[in-house]
């Protein structure tokens, strides 16, 4: 299997431990994942590269979620965005949604939880290819 017919994630949170977390449970499910805790960096990144899903925190220095998530939506209107973040309130939620994103997560999550999401999101994408 090539790895163009791979699911490409991009994780973006300032905890590293939310990478260390997420990166083998997804990479475990099948799909290809590079996981950033700097905004700036995981910024230059979706530049160069388009991912199907991407899953950010909200609250990071420097960028935060929703400015990466309006960025990421610009250069690539078929990505999925989802959001975990310790700080879920309506008006985030409600802003994160009217940006397009496809789903909010509140930490602490559940990995099982992350995970079905991921898998909702990867069959919008491949139905949006098809």
Partial sequence: MSDESKTRILV???????????????EKAGFEVETFTRSAKAMERVAEQKFNIVITDLKMEGVDGIQFLTRVKEQSPATEVIVITGFATMDTAKESYQKGVFDFIAKPFKLAAILEVVKKAEQRVRAAQA
């Fill in 12 to 26: 973006l949170d300032d905890e590293p431990i939310v990478c260390k977390r997420l990166k083998p449970a997804l």
